[in-house]
């Protein structure tokens, strides 16, 4: 098997991945065999049905997506281990070329965390405090004290010191996941998607573009979370924890906690990031 990897200016890694015809046939037949152990005919046994036989029976389309299914982990666990890449999503997986007596050739897409550059952040929201606190009062306007920062204008302030590249590849699976959300909703409330946008006025072209933004901030705010808790050296503990799964408030929660640990941890960990931030 030979692999070549690209990396595009978005981010996303391009792997090439090029199959051998002499490992392809093997694991075809290993298919056929298996299959064939499966099927049922009339006059013969289970897993008696002669090869011949059975190859006019047995789907091609089904023979092919089994060989591809047994191909494709180690294919793509093979090529990010020669290109040393530590993906963080699922590879999207292309069929460039797949004939008979040739190699196969497979593209995946996938990504990396993106490189994040932090400016001076902890200046940025200070001067976004200051600015919030030292708003002009105007004759006849009902003096009010300062109000602390919301998490929105905290995050803004975040942003603005913040050079953060999210590959192509993320924002369209988070994209997906929102879309197809949307439809699940609409169907639950008895429309189409078409009469849903119709009645907000939106075009799905506009809620691509909507749901892009939407998942390029958030993205990029997970990311910057992450860099800022360790750089300032943020952890939480076993302790942390098991504190938040006591607090829960019913039986099935605290079960559900306890098997999310790992989940938990990561929003335990966002809370203390925000709460420091917040406190700067």
Not at 94 to 121: F, M, Q, S
Not at 182 to 209: C, W
Request: aromatic residues 4%; negative net charge; contains cysteine.
């Amino acid at each position: 098997m030979t692999t070549a990897m690209e990396r595009q200016a978005s981010g996303t890694i391009t792997l090439t991945i090029t199959i051998p015809w002499a490992k392809v046939a093997e694991t075809k037949e290993s298919v056929i065999l298996n299959l064939t152990r499966e099927l049922e005919l009339p006059g013969f046994r289970k897993g008696k049905v002669p090869r011949d036989v059975a190859l006019k029976k047995l789907e091609q389309s089904k023979i092919y997506e089994d060989v591809i299914q047994k191909l494709l982990p180690q294919a793509y666990s093979d090529a990010v281990k020669d290109h040393n890449l530590h993906p963080i999503t699922l590879p999207k997986i292309e069929i460039v070329e797949a004939k008979e007596e040739k190699d196969w050739i497979l593209r995946a897409l996938t990504t990396e965390k993106p490189e994040i550059v932090l400016g001076d952040y902890k200046k940025a929201i200070r001067e976004a405090k200051s600015a919030k606190q030292n708003k002009i009062w105007k004759p006849g306007e009902e003096e009010k004290k300062p109000e602390p920062m919301t998490i929105r204008e905290l995050l803004d302030a975040l942003l603005t010191v913040v050079t953060c590249q999210i590959p192509d590849i993320l924002i369209e699976t988070e994209v997906n996941r929102s879309l197809a959300e949307l439809i699940d909703q609409t169907k639950k409330l008895g429309l189409s998607v078409d009469q849903y946008l119709s009645s907000t006025g939106k075009t799905a072209e506009s809620v691509r573009h909507e749901y892009a933004e939407n998942s390029r901030r958030t993205l990029t705010l997970e990311f910057v979370i992450e860099k800022v808790a360790d750089k300032e050296s943020i952890f939480v503990s076993d302790d942390d924890i098991d504190t938040a799964i006591k607090s829960a408030k019913t039986e099935e929660e605290r079960t559900s906690l306890t098997k999310e640990r790992y989940y938990l941890a990561s929003i335990l960990r966002r809370q203390k990031t925000l709460d420091f931030l917040a406190a700067v």
